[in-house]
């Protein structure tokens, strides 16, 4: 994993894909710039781990370029098995923003992968700073949290 600098072009994307991301999605643009320096650009390996399966959650991922594989083990002794493939636009994580939960499953660069990265830390700083942006997370995430518990989403 290798820290890379950002430059307009990746804000730009940056910014259009967090509209896609149910945290994100409500905010207003002056909120997104606040926002945005704190997320970082990585690059990854082929076959470079992102994070294991239990770890605990302290960062939210979007992929800005190459494919990831999200892998869950069962067992102990069970070999892991991929649930998914993601790509440019995706993301993954968002749920350890609010959580520090174990990880579900792991991920698992395929390629030369760039993600840009949000820490859990940097994003319960601005929820501290922005009370209305605080209050629309908590709203979407006890939909998630029912929705997960309900056995959908």
């Known amino acids: 994993m290798e820290k890379l600098t950002m430059g307009d072009a990746e804000f730009g994307l940056l910014a259009r894909v967090l509209r896609k991301v149910d945290f994100f999605a409500p905010m207003t643009i002056g909120q997104m710039e606040k926002v945005l320096p704190y997320i ?31 892998r869950i083990k069962k067992g102990f002794f069970s070999f892991s098995k991929t649930i998914t493939t993601l790509g440019p636009g995706d993301f993954f994580g968002e749920m350890a923003l609010l959580s520090s939960d174990p990880r579900s499953a792991s991920v698992v660069a395929l390629e030369p992968t ?20 605080a209050e629309e997370v908590k ?6 949290k029912f929705a997960s518990n309900q056995g959908g989403g």
């Open 40 to 70: 970082m650009l990585y690059s990854y390996k082929p076959d470079e781990t992102v994070f294991k399966q239990g770890s605990i959650g302290d960062a939210f991922y979007i992929v800005h370029q190459g494919r990831v594989c999200v």
């Open 139 to 144: 709203k979407i995430a006890a939909r998630r």
């Open 114 to 133: 760039r993600l840009f990265v949000l820490l859990q830390a940097d994003f319960q700083f601005i929820l501290k700073e922005n009370a209305a942006f």
